[in-house]
C-alpha cells in the first residue's frame, strides 16, 4: 500500500469492484445459455460496437503502440490504416451469413459449408491459438501490475484472471459488453491524460518538436517502399495486414460473438462500422505518444521500451496518475480476457459438449455448462502465463508468428466457402496442412515480415485446396447454398427482399456506409501523407 499510495489503490479497487457489481446485476438478465452467449439481442449498436474496438485493443496495444512507435516512428500507422477496408469486407461477407443463419458459433458455417471435420478443425485452431494469445495479454498485463503496485507476477495473473472470471461466468455476453464501455473509457482517458501531459511537459512548440523528429525519421507514417521484411511499409498495412484483419474480425469467434447479439441485420453492421471509423484515431493518438516520448527522452534506450509510459507516469507523480495508469491497463487486458473466456465457452459448450455429448438437454443444463466452462478455460490460460512469465519478451514474438501461420488458413477456409464451387472438405483440410507448413518454412529460411505470412499463407491454401479438391472429389455440378453465389440464387428464386430496412441481408453487397468507410480510408492516407509533408 505504501509503494503507490491510498489514492492510487483506492482508484484501481473501485475499478475492480464495479466490474464485479457490473456482472452481478447482468447476470439477472442471463436465464439461458443461448442469454449466456448471445444476450437478448436487446443491446444497442453502439455498445457492441464500442465492445468490439475494446477487445482487440489490449493491454500490449496501451503500453506496446508507443513502445513500437518509439522506436520505428509514425510508420507504425500503416499496420492500423486497413481497418474501414476490412468492416466493409467483414459487413459485407461475413455477417450476411452470420446473421441469415442464426448460428451461435461462426465455426458452425463451416460444418454447414463443408462438412463436421472442418468446423472442428477451425475450432481447434481457434481455441489454441487464442488460448495461448490470451495468457501472453495477461501475462503481460501482470508485469505491468507488479511493476506499478510491487505485486508478485503470478500472484497478478490469479487476481485478474479471477475478477474476469467473475462477471464474465455472472454476466456471460452482456456482462463482456457493458464492462468493455467502461473498460474503453478508462483506457482512453489515460491515453488523453498522458498526451496532455507529455504536451504540457515538452518545453518547446509542437511544430518545433515535430520538425525536430522529421530530421531523425519519426515523422513518416507513409512508407512507399518496397521491402518484403520490413513490417510498418504502407504496402505492408493496407495488403498484408487488410488480409489479417479480416480474419481477426471476420472469421474470429470472439470479434463476431457480440455483432451476433444485434437485435438485427443493420444494428450488427452499424456496430462494425463504429470500429471501421473510429480505430484510426485511437491508434493514431497511442502511436504518435510513442514519438513525442522519443523527443521528451532525448531517444535514450530503456531496457524494456515498454515501460516507458509508465516510467513516464511515475516520474510525473501526479495525484492518482499511477492508479488512473494501471486501471486502464487493466481494463485493456480484461476486455480481452473476458471476450476470450466467453467465446471459449461457446465454442466448446455449443461446438462440442452439446453437438457430441449431450444434444437433448434444457437451456437450463447448458447455462450451468456454459459457466463451468468458463471456469475450465480461465483455470486454462493461467498455466501457459504462468510458463511465460519466464520470458515474456521471446514468448510474445513467438505468438506473434505462430498466430499468423494460422491467418492464411482461416480466411481461406471462408474465402473458398464464399466463392468456391469446386472446394471440397478433403481439400479444403489438405489446403490447411499445405499452408501451415509452407509457412513454417517461410518463416525458418527468408526474412519475409510476419504481416505478409498471412497473404503467403492464404494463397498457398487456396491454390493447395482447390487442386486438391480437384484431383480427390472432382468438379461439382453446383454451387452450395452457403457460398455467395448460391445465396443470391437462393433469393431470387424465392424472391426474398434483398434488403432489411435499408441495410442488405443477401453476402456480396455493399451498403451505403461502406462507400463512407472507403472515402474515410482515402482521407486517413491523403492526411498522413500531407501531415508527413507539411512539418
Do not use: C
Not at 500503416?78 to 446473421?99: C, D, K, R
Not at 485478474?160 to 464492462?179: D, K
Not at 479444403?428 to 498471412?454: H, K, M, R
Amino acid at each position: 500500500m505504501e509503494q503507490i499510495g491510498t489514492l492510487n489503490w483506492s482508484i484501481i479497487i473501485i475499478y475492480l469492484l464495479i466490474n464485479l457489481l457490473l456482472g452481478f446485476v447482468l447476470s439477472k438478465k442471463v436465464k439461458t445459455a443461448e442469454d449466456f452467449y448471445l444476450g437478448r439481442k436487446t443491446t444497442p449498436w453502439w455498445a457492441i460496437g464500442i465492445s468490439v474496438l475494446a477487445t482487440y485493443v489490449s493491454a500490449m496495444t496501451f503500453l506496446g503502440a508507443p513502445a513500437w512507435s518509439y522506436g520505428s516512428g509514425l510508420s507504425v500507422i500503416a499496420i492500423h490504416l486497413n481497418y474501414p477496408l476490412v468492416i466493409i469486407i467483414v459487413m459485407a461477407m461475413f455477417v450476411p451469413f452470420f446473421m441469415q443463419t442464426g448460428v451461435v458459433s461462426i465455426y458452425e458455417y463451416q460444418e454447414k459449408r463443408f462438412g463436421k471435420l472442418s468446423r472442428a478443425v477451425i475450432s481447434i485452431i481457434f481455441l489454441l491459438t487464442q488460448l495461448l494469445s490470451s495468457a501472453a495479454v495477461l501475462v503481460a498485463s501482470a508485469f505491468v501490475i507488479s511493476y506499478i503496485t510491487g505485486v508478485e507476477v503470478l500472484t497478478s495473473i490469479v487476481i485478474v484472471s479471477i475478477i474476469t472470471l467473475i462477471y464474465t461466468s455472472l454476466g456471460g455476453i452482456t456482462a463482456v459488453i457493458w464492462t468493455d464501455v467502461l473498460q474503453s473509457a478508462i483506457f482512453l482517458i489515460g491515453g488523453v491524460i498522458v498526451l496532455f501531459a507529455l504536451l504540457i511537459e515538452i518545453p518547446e512548440p509542437l511544430s518545433e518538436v515535430l520538425s525536430s523528429l522529421k530530421t531523425k525519421g519519426k515523422i513518416n507514417p507513409i512508407d512507399t517502399s518496397i521491402n518484403w521484411t520490413k513490417d510498418t511499409t504502407v504496402w505492408a498495412g493496407i495488403i498484408a495486414m487488410t488480409v489479417y484483419h479480416v480474419t481477426v474480425y471476420g472469421a474470429n469467434q470472439m470479434m463476431m460473438q457480440r455483432t451476433l447479439g444485434a437485435k438485427n441485420m443493420g444494428e450488427a453492421k452499424k456496430s462494425l462500422a463504429l470500429m471501421g471509423f473510429a480505430a484510426f484515431f485511437i491508434y493514431f493518438m497511442f502511436i504518435f505518444i510513442g514519438v513525442l516520448f522519443f523527443h521528451y527522452y532525448g531517444g535514450k534506450t530503456f531496457d524494456n521500451n515498454n515501460n516507458i509510459m509508465l516510467e513516464f507516469a511515475q516520474e510525473k507523480a501526479f495525484p492518482g496518475f499511477i492508479g488512473l495508469i494501471a486501471a486502464a491497463v487493466l481494463a485493456a487486458s480484461m476486455s480481452s480476457l473476458s471476450s476470450a473466456l466467453n467465446s471459449f465457452s461457446t465454442i466448446s459448450t455449443e461446438g462440442f459438449y452439446q453437438k457430441y455429448f449431450r444434444p437433448n438437454e434444457s437451456p437450463e443444463h447448458y447455462l450451468k455448462v456454459a459457466r463451468i466452462s468458463t471456469i475450465f478455460w480461465a483455470i486454462l490460460i493461467i498455466i501457459p502465463a504462468f510458463i511465460f512469465s519466464d520470458d515474456t519478451e521471446s514468448v510474445l514474438k513467438l505468438l506473434t508468428k505462430i498466430g499468423s501461420y494460422f491467418v492464411g488458413a482461416k480466411l481461406a477456409m471462408y474465402g473458398l466457402g464464399f466463392y468456391s464451387k469446386h472446394t471440397s472438405e478433403r481439400g479444403l483440410l489438405v489446403g490447411v496442412a499445405v499452408g501451415f507448413i509452407s509457412l513454417a518454412l517461410v518463416s525458418q529460411y527468408t526474412d519475409v515480415a510476419w504481416p505478409w505470412y498471412a497473404v503467403v499463407g492464404a494463397v498457398v491454401n487456396i491454390v493447395a485446396s482447390i487442386i486438391a479438391s480437384l484431383l480427390l472429389d472432382g468438379r461439382q455440378a453446383e454451387w452450395s447454398m452457403y457460398s455467395v453465389p448460391g445465396q443470391k440464387a437462393k433469393f431470387k428464386a424465392e424472391g426474398l427482399p434483398e434488403k432489411e430496412n435499408g441495410w442488405y441481408v443477401v453476402p456480396g453487397k455493399l451498403d451505403k456506409v461502406s462507400y463512407y468507410l472507403l472515402a474515410f480510408f482515402v482521407l486517413t492516407v491523403v492526411f498522413l501523407v500531407a501531415f508527413q509533408v507539411m512539418v
